[in-house]
């Protein structure tokens, strides 16, 4: 399949496990973050999002969690699976600007 | 369902000629776009619009250009003016500018032969 990301920062976690995945935004007036989940030769699926007004956000499986004293963004996520190996990229939006997206980072999951 | 396709998923190139990607989307998004996705990089904006026949140049526009007759549609065109056309290309759309909604098509990879 398509390879994305050859050279993108790679965590290796454990069948079962939890990750972690780290994102620095750069606009302290951002107001909205996503994270999404890209698989080999497909295009990024919408994983969670969350405003500024909040600082925690749970879906299933998934929490995100928002720091806007050092902008910075994290992902969890819960018992990986191997079907979690992905790249996962996080984007920021200041009200009525266009996202900007970060660089990604590599999940692979070992069984 | 509502969503956004791109097509084809694979495309070849000779140098020097122009190629068109597709982009439709039945989603009644105002806003769309096209990315560039490079091994070992994000995603790179091209084009953008907000409105029909209205798009805005992104951060490496050159060698590229768009049209936006309809509200669905947004093809790409990649000219023979672009020096390093192989990537993968992204479609995405949205409700305005701010992101809600952001939605991707499944993409389009050029290869230049």
């Known amino acids: 399949g398509e390879s994305v990301g050859l050279h993108l920062p790679t965590l290796s976690v454990q069948e079962g496990d939890n990750s972690i995945i780290n994102c620095a935004y750069s606009n302290s007036a951002s107001d909205y973050f996503i994270w999404y989940k890209q698989e080999s030769g497909k295009g990024p699926q919408f994983i969670i999002d969350i405003r500024s007004n909040m600082d925690k956000r749970q879906g299933q499986r998934v929490t995100v969690l928002l720091n806007k004293t050092v902008k910075h963004l994290s992902l969890q996520i819960a018992a990986t699976q191997p079907g979690d190996s992905a790249v996962y990229f996080c984007?920021?939006?200041?009200?009525?600007?266009?996202?900007?997206f970060g660089g990604g980072t590599r999940v692979l999951v070992k069984p | 369902d509502g969503g956004i396709t791109q097509s084809p998923k694979y495309l070849f190139r000779k140098e020097g000629q122009n190629v068109t990607l597709s982009c439709e989307q039945n989603?009644?998004?105002?806003?769309m776009y096209w990315y560039r996705q490079d091994p070992g990089q994000g995603l790179r904006l091209i084009y953008y619009s907000q409105i029909v026949n209205d798009f805005q140049k992104g951060d490496i526009a050159e060698g590229y250009s768009v049209s936006r007759e309809k509200k669905e549609s947004f093809p790409l065109t990649v000219t023979s003016a672009q020096k390093n056309p192989t990537a993968f290309y992204l479609c995405?759309?949205?409700?305005?500018?701010?992101?809600?909604?952001?939605?991707f098509g499944s993409g389009t990879r050029l290869t230049v032969v």
């Open positions: 989603l009644n998004h105002d806003a």
């Open positions: 984007a920021e939006n200041v009200a009525g600007n266009k996202l900007t």
């Open positions: 995405a759309s949205s409700k305005g500018l701010d992101g809600y909604g952001y939605t």
